[in-house]
């Protein structure tokens, strides 16, 4: 603390609290920014430690089947910087990790609290691996969010003529690519990185493994087998919510198929097509 006086600081709670190799507190526990003097640095730190046993966070650890007591958190107090452009990059598209071979990136201006928070639309990036492309889709970005005279930070606009433009090159996406295929390569598991950038400098704010992705040999094009299958229950879990018993798998899975094939065949869809799809429809729940 004695390093920070001056400055404007960060407290938070560290990775290791925030994760594991299968279950993630991402954005549970609070984080205090722009905190300035052993006052304010030291209140924050106290509302770090509460937020360990937040009602959520209880929740969270219920669900997870971990324990509720016994738990502890070391506080980390880091000099902030104050970014013009921060962001998050996933090594693997968390929505289409095996159709997508490329880094997926999000971005907005100022620091990441609007993005973490959900209260800004970003920037999306699709970097290949291989480095061939670069794909954008901008967004309009009229707000942001930036340090707050007093401590914290305040969402202010974003000037005229910088909100439909790009907030990255295509050099800084690359830069940023490069680091989540190393991040991923010298762990063994797609990664998750908070990033920013002040005044043309790339910092790493954060990394954590990306929980809801099945591991790399998953991934890994080059495994035996003609295509990967992922079986999971994303599509049954919206109906029979917490945990599938085999009872519950084995009418379900029935009645899926049975609605499936008499939709087909009531859309019009030839008996001999729907037949030829029949593994697939018994298969629709896993």
């Given at each position: 603390?004695d390093?920070?006086?001056?400055?404007?600081?960060?407290?938070?709670c560290?990775?290791?609290?925030l994760?594991?190799?299968h279950h993630s507190f991402?954005?549970?526990f609070d984080?205090l920014l722009?905190?300035?003097g052993?006052?304010q640095i030291?209140?924050?730190?106290?509302?770090?430690?509460a937020s360990?046993f937040?009602?959520?966070?209880m929740?969270?650890r219920r669900?997870?089947?971990?324990?509720?007591?016994?738990s502890?958190m070391a506080?980390i107090?880091?000099?902030?910087?104050?970014?013009?452009?921060?962001?998050?990059?996933?090594?693997?598209h968390?929505?289409?990790?095996?159709?997508?071979?490329?880094?997926y990136?999000?971005?907005v201006?100022?620091?990441g609290?609007g993005?973490?928070?959900?209260?800004l639309?970003p920037?999306?990036y699709e970097?290949?691996?291989?480095?061939s492309k670069?794909?954008v889709e901008?967004?309009s970005?009229?707000?942001?969010?930036?340090?707050?005279?007093?401590?914290?930070?305040?969402?202010?606009?974003?000037?005229?003529e910088?909100?439909?433009?790009r907030?990255?090159?295509?050099t800084?996406?690359?830069e940023i690519a490069a680091?989540?295929m190393?991040?991923?390569?010298?762990?063994?598991?797609?990664?998750?990185?908070?990033w920013?950038?002040e005044?043309g400098?790339?910092y790493c704010?954060q990394?954590?493994?990306?929980?809801?992705?099945p591991p790399?040999?998953?991934l890994?094009?080059?495994a035996?087998?003609?295509m990967?299958i992922?079986w999971?229950?994303?599509?049954?879990?919206e109906?029979?919510?917490?945990?599938?018993?085999?009872?519950?798998f084995?009418?379900?899975?029935r009645?899926?198929?049975?609605?499936?094939?008499?939709?087909?065949?009531?859309?019009?869809?030839?008996?001999?097509?729907i037949a030829n799809?029949?593994?697939?429809?018994?298969?629709?729940v896993?």
């Open positions: 603390i390093r920070c006086r001056g400055e404007r600081c960060a407290c938070q560290p990775p290791a609290m994760l594991s190799t991402a954005g549970q984080t722009y905190q300035r052993l006052e030291i209140r924050a730190i106290k509302e770090c430690w360990c937040a009602e959520r966070v929740q969270h669900d997870c089947s971990m324990p509720v007591t016994g502890g506080v107090v880091q000099i902030m910087i104050n970014s013009d452009v921060s962001g998050v990059a996933f090594s693997r968390p929505l289409k990790p095996l159709s997508v071979p490329a880094v990136i999000e971005a201006h100022g620091i609290e993005l973490v928070s959900g209260e639309d920037d999306h970097v290949a691996f291989d480095g670069v794909d901008l967004a970005k009229e707000e942001m969010f930036k340090q707050k005279e007093g401590g914290g930070v305040e969402k202010i606009p974003v000037a005229a910088q909100q439909k433009e907030t990255l090159t295509d800084q996406a690359h680091i989540m190393s991040l991923e390569k010298s762990t063994g598991h797609p990664q998750d990185f908070e920013a950038i005044e400098k790339l704010l990394v954590r493994p990306v929980v809801t992705l790399l040999a998953f890994d094009g080059s035996p087998g003609l990967p992922l999971d229950n994303s599509n049954i879990v109906s029979y919510s917490g945990v599938t018993s085999p009872l519950t084995s009418f379900a899975s009645g899926y198929a049975q609605v499936y094939t008499q939709t087909l065949a009531v859309s019009g869809v030839p008996s001999e097509v799809f029949k593994p697939y429809l018994a298969n629709m896993g």
